[in-house]
Structure formats: C-alpha cells, structure tokens
Nanobody, 117 residues
Framework: VQVVESGGGLVQAGGSLRLSCSAS????????MGWYRQVQGKQRELVAT???????SYADLAKGRFTISRVYLKNTLYLQMNSLKPEDTGAYYC????????????WGQGTQVTVSS
C-alpha cells in the first residue's frame, strides 16, 4: 500500500488549503483514515479521523476550522483547512488503517503547510 499526500503550500494567515491523500495498491477499503500533523517542537498529533462507518472525530485544534472528508470506494481522503493560523505550520501526514487484507497502518511522507503572518 502506498499513501501519498498533496495540497500543502504557503498561505497567508486567514487563508485556506485543501489537502488530499490517496492510498493505492489495494482494492480493500480502509477501516480508518486520518490526518496528523507535526509542528515545530512538538510530537506528531491527531488532527481528524474518519472511519468506514462515517464516524468523524476532530481534535480541538481542528474544530470549527477544518473539515475532513473521504471517498470510500477510492481510499481517498481530504482535509479542508480554513482560517489558517501561523501555528498551523508544519508537516501534515495521512494515516490509513486496514483491518483486512493488507492489515496494518500506513503513513504517507507528509505535505508541508506554511502559514505566514
């Protein structure tokens, strides 16, 4: 399974970005897909997840500003980020979890988000 993120970039504070994640190499639907981030000086942290039952969970940092969505048949994941702040700057990673087939957790290489003040 290969996981690839895209959509990062440089944006001014208050702006928006849409991240994308695609998991390829299997026809099995993932159980859970999620976004994580690592900002400078901190450990990797949860941003948001969505299960194959459409259960969505957001970290407090994402509530009201970020929206996670998923295309279930294509193992594709999105993160719409609005009202970005300089403290959102960091590397954003996609994690894909399978509980059948290629069982396990798979991570992408990350996409960089930089928010200027």
């Amino acid at each position: 399974v290969q996981v690839v993120e895209s959509g990062g970039g440089l944006v001014q504070a208050g702006g928006s970005l849409r991240l994308s994640c695609s998991a390829s190499g299997t026809l099995i639907g993932a159980k859970t897909m999620g976004w994580y981030r690592q900002v400078q000086g901190k450990q990797r942290e949860l941003v948001a997840t969505v299960t194959n039952s459409a259960d969505i969970s957001y970290a407090d940092l994402a509530k009201g500003r970020f929206t996670i969505s998923r295309v279930y048949l294509k193992n594709t994941l999105y993160l719409q980020m609005n009202s970005l702040k300089p403290e959102d700057t960091g590397a954003y990673y996609c994690k894909v979890q399978f509980i059948v087939g290629p069982t396990g957790d798979y991570w992408g290489q990350g996409t960089q988000v930089t928010v200027s003040s």
